[in-house]
Nanobody, 124 residues
């Protein structure tokens, strides 16, 4: 199991930006696809973005496409989520997740390691 620690959440006005970071304890980080998910109060956890082990393949939820960018620095065992043009509906707890195997995935059940989450609040 991979230990994941997120950071970078906070309060921002609509239209602003935040960058989330996730540090992983994986021995060979590139063997893991990484994903970001989010959960708003009273809602199910939903997919946001994923990157393959090499970062060549990336997929995004339609709701964040063009505004969010996932990236990873394999030498530092870190994955990032750059969030621009934030909207109040982006308010949620954001979770970093790791899936063993380098193929990117949008499916929550394929991820077997999760971080503790970081709160992102976007005010209107």
């Amino acid at each position: 199991q991979v230990q994941l620690v997120e950071s970078g959440g906070g309060l921002v006005q609509a239209g602003g930006s935040l960058r989330l970071s996730c540090a992983a304890s994986a021995r060979t980080f590139s063997n893991y696809a990484m994903g970001w998910f989010r959960q708003a109060p009273g809602q199910e956890r939903e997919f946001v973005a994923t990157a393959s082990g090499s970062a060549i393949m990336q997929y995004y939820a339609d709701s964040v496409k063009g505004r969010f960018t996932i990236s990873r620095h394999n030498a530092e065992n870190t994955v990032y989520l750059q969030m621009n043009s934030l909207l109040p509906e982006d308010t949620a707890v954001y979770y970093c997740a790791a899936k063993y195997g380098p193929a990117a995935s949008t499916l929550r059940y394929e991820y077997n390691s999760w971080g503790q989450g970081t709160q992102v609040t976007v005010s209107s």
